[in-house]
């Protein structure tokens, strides 16, 4: 079971630091790059959904983390465990205490309503989101070399 687990957990780790790869390296790029200010609706969508989703991803991942920690405390690789698991909760925190105020209000903007200074709001966001992806990669890889 402790082998599932930990298999379960490299898995969903992975496809978050993807998708929060993806976000930070090419749809937000992209959609700046957009005409005539066309990225704000874009952004605001994907405040909406991702902001909907996210959270319960970033808190599964922390429970797989800690569940597969407490599972193999003792055994080899329960040290890197530990530590992924401690910098996705520091993911977490981050998010909360910076992310999410941002995101919160990107989600309300729209073409028509956006206010003036949009473009540094998302630039402060993306700014603390590569951060987040850094951090979460180093958790990911971290819970990749506990399974070897």
Known sequence: MQDTLAVVAVVVVG???????????????????LPNDGGIAARSDGARVLGRVMPFWYICSVVLGVVWAALAWGDDGTALVTAGTALLVVSVVMSVLLLVPINSRVATWSKEGAPA????????????????VGIIVLAFALFAAALV
């Open 15 to 33: 496809l978050m630091v993807g998708v929060e790869f993806a976000v930070a390296a090419f749809v937000n790029p992209i959609l700046d790059r």
């Open 117 to 132: 200074d949009w473009k540094q709001q998302v630039g402060k966001w993306d700014r603390f989101h590569y951060v987040r």
